[in-house]
């Protein structure tokens, strides 16, 4: 099946500091990729869908400021967490939909912001 | 708005065991349907989908899933527990006509699998 891969697989930054997330469609095209944030033991939520060569698309709630996507190839969609505070601790997960319209999800990032 | 709900946040079933995890969807029409399976600090892998094709639906590693319109549900069973199954389960809907747009997914349902 189709490989989705994310960069990096965890990271520790100090509060204030940005941290940019790459996630890459291996082996296909995706001109959709959906960014998820997942809390401990909760489900995942959708915080916007990306689409390349266009503005993402922010779920209800989610700050466009704060978590900025950028979708600048058809293979690489990147999330950026600005000035990040500790409540910004997460899982982000992100997908990519291939031309069947089936998503394939990457093996997540995790952020701890101190 | 289309939602799902698993029933039981934790399942633990004995080696060799039924597995039924349970998952039911509000929807006005029949999405499609989705069963994922996470391991820690892992992404969510497909196990099976139903996509208005047959109601039966087979997956990997030994699961399926039967689409019931008249309960609105989509639980995922599997005849015989392995230990290798401990996993997060989530079930998910998708909007019909969206193909594989937005995912809304459930809670989740822990499995734990014991000798």
């Known amino acids: 099946g189709a490989v989705v891969s994310q960069h990096p697989s965890w990271v520790i930054c100090k509060s204030g500091t940005s941290v940019k997330i790459e996630c890459r469609s291996l082996?296909?095209?995706?001109?959709?990729m959906f960014w998820y944030r997942q809390f401990p033991k909760q489900s995942l939520m959708l915080m916007a869908t990306s689409n390349e060569g266009s503005k993402a698309t922010y779920e209800q709630g989610v700050e466009k400021d704060k978590f900025l996507i950028n979708h600048a190839s058809l293979t690489l969609s990147t999330l950026t967490v600005t000035s990040a505070h500790p409540e910004d601790s997460s899982f982000y997960i992100c997908?990519?939909?291939?031309?069947?319209?089936?998503?394939?999800f990457g093996p997540g990032t995790r952020l701890t912001v101190l | 708005a289309q939602s799902v709900t698993q029933l039981g946040s934790h399942v633990s079933v004995s080696e060799g065991a039924l597995v039924l995890l349970r998952c039911n969807y509000s929807s006005s029409v029949p999405p499609y349907l989705f069963w994922y399976v996470q391991y820690p600090n892992q992404g969510l892998q497909l196990l099976l989908k139903y996509t208005s094709a047959a109601t039966l639906v087979k997956g990997i590693n030994g699961f399926e899933a039967e689409f019931k319109k008249s309960e609105t549900s989509f639980h995922l069973t599997k005849p015989s527990a392995h230990m290798s199954d401990a996993a997060e389960y989530f079930c998910a809907v998708s909007p019909l006509g969206g193909g594989y747009n937005k995912l809304i997914f459930g809670a989740g349902t822990r499995l734990a699998v014991h000798p």
């Open positions: 997908s990519a939909r291939d031309w069947l319209d089936e998503q394939f």
């Open positions: 082996d296909f095209q995706a001109t959709t």
